[in-house]
């Protein structure tokens, strides 16, 4: 299954790898699928996987330094992940720039939900 948005343009595919575009452009295409592979979804679910891992640190960050300085702290990372991702010269840049992001919001996703059920 190919996804929507960056990661499904044809010039993203070929840049990220030419071994996966060959094999895209090869495959039979079906109804329910046009390409799977286990590599490139793994790619693109990376910020979701990161987030994951941040949303479950929080708690502890916000517990030690409080949640200005946690919040702060997930800007800075997007601040960082987000031009590496747009820059892209390499997958290892593209990895870690999806990863600094997918931290970043997972930490702001775990400041909003406190200020959430503040405000319930």
Same mark, same amino acid.
């Given at each position: 299954?190919?996804?929507? +948005?960056?990661?499904?343009?044809?010039?993203?595919?070929?840049?990220?790898?030419?071994?996966?575009?060959?094999?895209?452009?090869?495959?039979?295409?079906?109804?329910?699928?046009?390409?799977?592979?286990?590599?490139?979804?793994?790619?693109?679910?990376?910020?979701?996987?990161?987030?994951? +891992?941040?949303?479950?640190?929080?708690?502890?960050?916000?517990?030690?330094?409080?949640?200005?300085?946690?919040?702060?702290?997930?800007?800075?990372?997007?601040?960082?992940?987000?031009?590496?991702?747009?820059?892209?010269?390499?997958?290892?840049?593209?990895?870690?720039?999806?990863?600094?992001?997918?931290?970043?919001?997972?930490?702001?996703?775990?400041?909003?939900?406190?200020?959430?059920?503040?405000?319930?």
């Amino acid at each position: 299954m190919i996804p929507r +948005g960056v990661l499904g343009m044809d010039v993203f595919r070929h840049k990220l790898s030419r071994k996966i575009y060959r094999k895209q452009l090869e495959a039979k295409k079906t109804a329910f699928c046009v390409y799977t592979n286990v590599k490139f979804t793994l790619f693109a679910s990376l910020i979701q996987l990161s987030a994951i +891992g941040a949303v479950l640190s929080a708690l502890k960050l916000n517990t030690l330094w409080g949640r200005r300085p946690v919040l702060i702290s997930g800007l800075a990372l997007m601040f960082v992940g987000v031009p590496l991702i747009t820059w892209f010269p390499n997958i290892s840049v593209g990895v870690v720039g999806m990863l600094l992001n997918g931290f970043g919001v997972g930490l702001i996703h775990r400041h909003l939900l406190y200020k959430r059920r503040a405000q319930a």
